[in-house]
């Protein structure tokens, strides 16, 4: 127990990768799947690519013996190998090798380029073509632009909601003069 001048030994704090490892070691890959998948989600959201957590998460799959999962993980990687052979294979006789399909299990969630060389060709090969992240909450949420790409002036929407305001507004002061002015 620390006294009142000695300050409490921190532990560093563990990436998520790192405790996944852990997670592997000690035998729980569905724990290890659960934190890189949430890892995943983190680096989606950024527009990041991490081939070590695709690595992991298709030894977490491995590891549960599910060969398919575990391909589609590593499809996005460029570990070779016996296992992953028999990975990949799994993940084509449950999947297919539609593109569409293929793109819909691998789910690859960066810029192409961020990916390495091998896996770049093959998301050319499914026609891979990259979304930035936009929240189920604000589907229409854009990411902010710079440059050249920001918008001058106002929106065609917009011109339209001030025309109809307008004309409502028209409207509404010619009803008030015809019947209660013009009456007179």
């Known amino acids: 127990m620390p006294t009142q001048d000695q300050a409490p030994e921190r532990r560093p704090r563990q990436s998520a990768l790192d405790r996944a490892r852990l997670d592997l070691a000690a ?3 569905d724990l290890a799947r659960d934190r890189l998948t949430g890892y995943l989600y983190t680096l989606h959201r950024r527009g990041d690519f991490s081939q070590d957590a695709y690595l992991l998460l298709g030894e977490a799959h491995f590891a549960m013996r599910d060969y398919a999962r575990a391909g ?3 499809l996005l990687t460029e570990r ?3 296992d992953t052979e028999r990975a990949v294979a ?3 006789k449950r999947f297919g090798r539609d593109p569409a399909n ?3 299990q691998v789910k690859p969630r960066a810029p192409s380029e961020d990916y390495p060389p091998a896996v770049q060709e093959r998301l ?3 026609g891979y073509r990259y979304r930035p992240y936009r929240p189920r909450s604000n589907p229409h949420a854009m990411h902010e632009l710079t440059g050249e790409e920001k918008q001058q002036g106002l929106r065609g929407i917009e011109i339209g909601c001030g025309l109809a305001l307008l004309a409502g507004t028209v409207m509404f002061v010619f009803w008030i003069y015809v019947n209660f002015f013009a009456r007179r």
Do not use: D, I
């Open 90 to 92: 799994e993940f084509h």
């Open 124 to 126: 050319k090969g499914w």
């Open 72 to 74: 589609a993980a590593w």
């Open 80 to 82: 070779s190998g016996e």
């Open 27 to 29: 035998g729980r890959p």
């Open 102 to 104: 293929v793109l819909q």
